[in-house]
Each structure stands twice: as C-alpha cells, then as structure tokens.
C-alpha cells in the first residue's frame, strides 16, 4: 500500500508537549485535576486540530457527504475512492467520487495456465492436498474450450494492428460485445462484419423466448449468446470450424455456454437429417433464427435498389425459409435493411380460408375482400440513428394486434 503523504496529526499529538507529559504521567483521580486538564484542552486554537475534522459553528457533528457512483452505490471495496475537499463557509465538506476497478486480462499470461486453471511454474511444485490456483480474474481462462493462447485469430486491441478494411468495426466493438475490453472476446475476419449488434441480439433474443431454438448461422456466437440468456436450450450451427469454436468461445467467457449445442455442418443437412431421425419422436423446435451470410461485406453493392432473396446463401432465401418451415412456423428472419418487401411477404404461409370470406371470393362490387395469407411482421432493427438491419417475424413470433 502506497505511503501516505501530508498525514494528519491525531488530537493528542496536537497537545502543547508538557500537557501530553502530564496526561501520560498522571492519573486523573479527582474531580479537579480533570477539570483542569479540559481547560487547558480547550484553550489549544483550531488550528492545532486536523483538516478532517472541522469546526462546526452549530456545535454538531462532523458530516461527510458521500456521492453516489455510476451504479447510484457509494465507494465499497471494490471501488477506488477519491476525495475532493471544497471550503463551503469555513467548513470543510468532503465529496466521494467513486471509480469501479475494470479487471484487465494479460492475455500474454494465459499461455502459462493449463485447462485445469492451474499456473505452470517450473520452480516450484504444488504441495500434496492443495488446490490448483486458477485465475482470479476469469476463471475461463484455460478451460478446454478457451481460444485466448491458441492463436486461432488475432485479438485486436489497437488500431494499428486492424486492417484496413476492418477499422470501422473495431471502432464498434463495444456495439457488438460491450465487455470486449474486459473479456477476451474473439471474432474472425467475417465475424468483424456479420456479427448482429447486442442490442439487436439482446432484443431479437427476448422476442423468441422458448425452450429451444436453433440459431441456423451462428457465426462467432452473438445471437447465441443472447439467446441463451432468455431460452432453455440453444442450438448454435455453424460450418466453419473456426467460427464454431470462437462462439464456444466467447459464450464460455460470458457464461452460458452450458446451455448450448454447438454443432459443425451445413444447416440445410442438419434440418433433413433431424426430420428423418425425429420422426416418431417428441422433440420439437420452438423456434429457428435464420441469420444467413448477405453476400459479403459488399452486399449493398448490387445494381438494384432492393436486395433480393436470391442473393442469400448458401441456397435460395425463399427455398431456405421453405426448408426451415418443415421444423417449426415459428420463424425470424435477420435481413438486410434494404430487402425487398414485397418479395419477402411471399413467404407467408397461404391461408385456407379468408378472414371474413372464403378463399377466391369477391365483394357486391366484384373485388376481393380479406387476406389470403399468414401475418408477418417486419421489424427494423435500429441502432441509435442508423437503420442496421430488419427481422421478419413469421407464425407465433408475430405480435398480437
């Protein structure tokens, strides 16, 4: 602990020497003697006393004003707290401003960990019937899962070291994770680009509560993650295994990576191998997230104005909804702002039977009345002033009228 400067004297060392010889020296058996020493006591100016403890015209107690931190709590253990003194009159009221300790990983120090947290030390050996240390920052650090000292991706933590083409991303790296600077979040070149903000993720994720739900592209987890806050089971699908195992990942280090399947295939095998095995079986899908790759980090870059179903992949976006309607009508579907609306209406299941009139009928005037097909709701995902993106909402996502 740092050496305090400018300490303060206590009361007693701010006697007059020959008073703190006599109070040392002698015990106060009578009443008189007592009396005495408290007017010599009273006499020593206020200037002899200490600054934290200031004279108060009214006689009262001392009073310390205390100022609430970010979170509206005073300074505890966990924060450091510093003192600003302000002169109000001739008194002297002390404000606390507190600043939250914000854990710092040395990443280069994971490397020493080993998957069963403990720390490699080549001079010493661990004592029989002790346990391993592990790290007292992030106890994530080192499991078998953990990404952070393989050097499967680069963890940028300056511009310096970005790329060019990346640079506008990691300027939004806390809109993607925001503890990115306090845990070691991984993302790969196209995860920099495809991954849905949090605040998007964080919302999408409370509209399709559930038990289970299939994130069908799960990219570097941050949909995943979300989701696996507000459902019971995640299943998180992915065909590159680079991408699968930094969402593993990143949802270790968040937390919740218990309550996620992380499966390495193509989704359109994944779907026609779960019906052929499901079938006869009880296990339903709640809900599908499709949040399929748009073409690249230049997918507006298209000679129409609106973005077409065609241009999503691996198949097309219409034979993709299709193929998911087969598990669950319980669809979102995560779009480009710029998708054509028209066309995505289409996928729309047709209704057997108008509201208010049979399917094909017609009005006294000859004009069709009702609608022939399922609602769908089209969301647009907006991030302070910019439009990100939109989600279709389809079946029982959609919300009640």
């Known amino acids: 602990m740092p050496a305090r400067r400018n300490v303060?004297?206590?009361?007693?060392?701010?006697?007059?020497?020959?008073?703190?010889?006599?109070?040392?020296?002698?015990?106060?058996?009578?009443p008189e003697e007592v009396r005495v020493k408290a007017e010599q006591i009273l006499q020593i100016p206020s200037s002899g006393l200490l600054s934290t403890q200031?004279?108060?015209?009214?006689?009262?107690?001392?009073?310390?004003?205390?100022?609430?931190?970010?979170?509206?709590?005073?300074?505890?253990?966990?924060?450091?707290?510093?003192?600003?003194?302000v002169m109000p009159g001739n008194g002297i009221v002390k404000s606390r401003?507190?600043?939250?300790?914000?854990?710092?990983?040395?990443?280069?120090?994971?490397?020493?960990?080993?998957?069963?947290?403990?720390?490699?030390?080549?001079?010493?050996?661990?004592?029989?019937?002790?346990?391993?240390?592990?790290?007292?920052?992030?106890?994530?650090?080192?499991?078998?899962?953990?990404?952070?000292?393989?050097?499967?991706?680069?963890?940028?933590?300056?511009?310096?070291?970005?790329?060019?083409?990346?640079?506008?991303?990691?300027?939004?790296?806390?809109?993607?994770?925001?503890?990115?600077?306090?845990?070691?979040v991984l993302l790969d070149?196209?995860?920099?680009?495809?991954?849905?903000?949090?605040?998007?993720?964080?919302?999408?994720?409370?509209r399709c509560k559930c038990d289970l739900i299939i994130d069908a592209f799960c990219g570097v987890g941050g949909n995943t993650i979300e989701f696996a806050k507000t459902c019971e089971r995640v299943i998180a699908i992915d065909n590159d295994l680079t991408r699968l195992k930094l969402a593993r990942h990143n949802a270790l280090h968040h937390g919740v990576?218990?309550?996620?399947?992380?499966?390495?295939?193509?989704y359109t095998d994944f779907v026609r191998a779960f019906n052929k095995t499901n079938e006869g079986r009880e296990e339903n899908v709640d809900v599908v997230f499709l949040s399929p790759p748009w073409g690249g980090i230049d997918y507006l870059n298209?000679?129409?104005s609106t973005y077409p179903l065609s241009s999503i992949l691996p198949i097309h976006?219409?034979?993709?909804?299709?193929?998911?309607?087969?598990?669950?009508?319980?669809?979102?579907?995560?779009?480009?702002?710029?998708?054509?609306?028209?066309?995505?209406?289409?996928?729309a299941r047709t209704l057997e039977s108008e509201v208010g009139v049979e399917v094909g009928g017609e009005d006294a005037n000859g004009?069709?009345?009702?609608?022939?097909?399922?609602?769908?709701?089209?969301?647009?995902?907006?991030?302070g002033e910019k439009l990100k993106a939109i989600t279709a909402y389809f079946g029982g996502l959609v919300a009640d009228e």
């Open 8 to 30: 303060g004297r206590s009361l007693f060392a701010s006697l007059p020497i020959d008073l703190r010889q006599s109070l040392r020296s002698q015990s106060f058996d009578k």
């Open 54 to 85: 200031p004279q108060s015209e009214s006689g009262g107690e001392d009073e310390e004003e205390e100022h609430a931190g970010p979170s509206g709590t005073t300074a505890e253990s966990s924060s450091i707290a510093k003192a600003v003194e």
């Open 97 to 184: 401003r507190t600043e939250p300790i914000i854990p710092k990983y040395d990443l280069a120090h994971a490397a020493s960990i080993t998957p069963t947290g403990r720390t490699v030390n080549a001079g010493k050996k661990r004592k029989k019937g002790r346990r391993p240390v592990t790290n007292p920052l992030n106890p994530y650090l080192g499991h078998a899962w953990d990404c952070t000292s393989d050097g499967l991706v680069e963890r940028y933590t300056d511009y310096h070291n970005v790329p060019k083409d990346l640079i506008k991303y990691f300027a939004q790296r806390r809109l993607y994770f925001p503890l990115y600077d306090q845990l070691p």
């Open 189 to 206: 070149h196209t995860g920099w680009f495809s991954i849905t903000p949090q605040p998007i993720a964080q919302h999408i994720a409370q």
């Open 257 to 266: 990576a218990d309550r996620i399947e992380f499966i390495l295939g193509c």
């Open 302 to 304: 298209t000679p129409s």
């Open 317 to 347: 976006g219409a034979e993709l909804f299709d193929l998911t309607t087969t598990l669950t009508p319980n669809i979102a579907y995560y779009l480009p702002r710029n998708t054509d609306l028209k066309e995505l209406s289409t996928l």
């Open 367 to 383: 004009n069709r009345e009702g609608r022939t097909r399922e609602w769908v709701e089209i969301e647009e995902e907006w991030v």
